[in-house]
């Protein structure tokens, strides 16, 4: 099956600085790619829609600023989150989608900010 | 507005039968998905339903009425491995996936 890695598995970081994650469809080319953030006993929130060579499009109440998105090839998307805080602390997965029905879900990141 | 239901919490036992209901109001509709998501982990991909009917796949099975908004996912021969959480989607005309909360699943010997 298709499967989608995300760099790095786990981070922790000090308050107020910028932290990468990377998404690569590894043996198939992604239409879209999709950020989620999770908080614990809650379901996947879907932050920001990514199309190669275009702008994000992101879900109501997610800073654009704050999670930078750039989604430069068909297989990689990459998601920063910009001056981080604690509140910021979540798991974060990306999907992508080849355009037929499903979605391949990333391992996940999970972020602990301190 | 969009929404998905399914219950919080199940409990079962090891060997026996769980439905866990999922009813769904969405703007369009392409399909309904099952995931099972351990704790910690990315959901992985269980099922797919976008026509009425049962779709059935070894212990799981996949039940969806699109005039009711109502899909199931029945699981057989428990095992202590199925304890997990599982998401149900709904795909909506724009291609997104609409999430519900999630029903926690605990198995017990």
């Known amino acids: 099956g298709a499967v989608v890695s995300q760099h790095p598995s786990w981070v922790i970081c000090k308050s107020g600085t910028s932290v990468k994650i990377e998404c690569r469809s590894l043996?198939?080319?992604?239409?879209?790619m999709f950020w989620y953030r999770q908080f614990p006993k809650q379901s996947l929130m879907l932050m920001a829609t990514?199309?190669?060579?275009?702008?994000?499009?992101?879900e109501q109440g997610v800073e654009k600023d704050k999670f930078l998105i750039n989604h430069a090839s068909l297989t990689l998307s990459t998601l920063t989150v910009t001056s981080a805080h604690p509140e910021d602390s979540s798991f974060y997965i990306c999907?992508?989608?080849?355009?037929?029905?499903?979605?391949?879900f990333g391992p996940g990141t999970r972020l602990t900010v301190l | 507005g969009q929404n998905i239901d399914q219950p919080t919490e199940m409990t079962a036992t090891e060997g026996a039968i769980v439905q866990i209901n999922c009813t769904y109001q969405t703007s369009g509709f392409n399909g309904l998905f099952w995931y099972q998501q351990h704790a910690g982990e990315a959901p992985t991909f269980l099922s797919y339903n976008v026509l009425d009917g049962l779709e059935e796949k070894g212990r799981f099975s996949s039940f969806l009425s699109r005039s009711k908004g109502y899909s199931y996912l029945l699981l057989k021969e428990l095992q202590m491995k199925d304890s997990a959480s599982y998401l149900c989607a709904v795909m909506d005309s724009n291609y997104q996936l609409i999430w519900g909360a999630g029903t926690k699943l605990i198995i017990k010997p």
């Open positions: 999907s992508a989608w080849t355009g037929s029905y499903e979605q391949f």
């Open positions: 043996d198939f080319q992604a239409t879209t």
């Open positions: 990514s199309n190669e060579g275009s702008k994000a499009t992101y």
